[in-house]
């Protein structure tokens, strides 16, 4: 649902790989159809798999996954600025799916993220386990490239990097836990600070060289679309509703999950120094206090 620049992407990855069919739904018919012929050239000819476009929610009828991309417009200073209009849309949009697929597992991916994942779980009265924001897993990935270029070694020896949280700038990089080639991180770095930054404002130095970032959220996405549907456990941080985990309840953060094919299956614990523990505590509050703000 949404078929702009990160909705095609994403859709792109799922036809290139013949992962499965695809429908591309957007509010304009034309541009989910146009993007839809032109992703269709991506199709490998080994495949059985098809793309579609089209305005008629009806169509998602009997869909594993529904992925949700879609925004009624451009944040350009905060994820939070259309944040109205956008819960507005989730509810909108979470009626259509409980009326044509009840039992698809969701993935959401508009922002503000974990705002939306927490609207869309109320109004839906899905399972939170089915609803699943995709973000903190992107905020990760960033997070290892600033420590693999501040220390210049490749990603691939580093473990355990985490941010959890708000997709936003309370968003909490994990570095208790994280070796790099075996050592602890901070025996490396003389402060967290400068890098907490960096993964905090990673979006708005990216939009100054170009509109906005599509590729590595549409690959996290594409990561968790595969494993559920090839029936693959997968463990990333992604954005759940909370009942009691790390001490939170009705509201929805970034957390360490694990996901099958019926969606999370296991919400993880993981140890946090003070520092981490406070600072998570405060992006809580900060979520929880733009989910009050809202009377819709």
Same mark, same amino acid.
Request: neutral net charge; proline residues 3%; aromatic residues 8%.
């Given at each position: ?24 739904v ?20 080994n495949?059985?798999?098809?793309i579609?476009?089209?305005?008629d929610? !009806? ?32 509810k909108?949009?979470a009626?259509k ?10 993935l959401?991916?508009?922002?503000p ?12 009265n ?10 903190? !897993? ?12 501040k220390? %210049?070694?490749?990603? %691939? ?5 985490l ?23 901070? %025996?490396?770095?003389?402060s ?25 959220i ?12 090839h ?19 009705d ?12 969606g ?12 981490? %523990?406070? !600072?998570l505590?405060?992006s ?12 819709i």
């Amino acid at each position: 649902m949404g078929s702009g620049r990160v909705g095609a992407s994403i859709a792109f990855l799922c036809v290139s790989n013949a992962l499965d069919d695809v429908l591309l739904v957007n509010r304009n018919k034309n541009k989910a159809i146009g993007e839809a012929l032109d992703i269709a050239s991506a199709i490998p000819e080994n495949s059985k798999f098809s793309i579609h476009g089209t305005d008629d929610y !009806s169509q998602i009828s009997g869909s594993d996954i529904v992925v949700i991309t879609a925004s009624v417009g451009v944040y350009m200073k905060d994820r939070t600025e259309n944040i109205v209009l956008q819960v507005k849309m989730i509810k909108e949009i979470a009626q259509k799916i409980k009326q044509y697929c009840p039992s698809t597992i969701v993935l959401i991916v508009s922002n503000p993220l974990d705002v939306l994942t927490y609207f869309f779980q109320k109004e839906s009265n899905f399972s939170r386990f089915k609803i699943i924001g995709i973000a903190s !897993s992107l905020d990760t990935s960033r997070f290892r490239y600033f420590i693999s270029e501040k220390l %210049s070694v490749p990603q %691939s020896s580093i473990s355990n990097a985490l941010v959890l949280g708000e997709h936003g700038d309370s968003m909490v990089p994990v570095f208790s836990g994280v070796t790099v080639g075996g050592n602890p991180l901070f %025996s490396m770095i003389d402060s967290r600070d400068s890098i907490t930054e960096d993964v905090r404002s990673y979006w708005k130095k990216l939009r100054s060289f170009k509109s906005r970032s599509q590729f590595g959220i549409a690959k996290n996405t594409f990561d968790v679309i595969d494993s559920i549907l090839h029936k693959k456990e997968i463990t990333i941080p992604a954005s759940v509703v909370l009942e009691g985990e790390y001490g939170e309840n009705d509201v929805a953060m970034g957390v360490p999950v694990k996901i099958d094919q019926n969606g999370i299956c296991e919400i993880q614990n993981v140890k946090l120094d003070d520092t981490e %523990s406070s !600072s998570l505590k405060k992006s809580s509050e900060k979520i929880r206090n733009h989910i009050q703000s809202i009377h819709i």
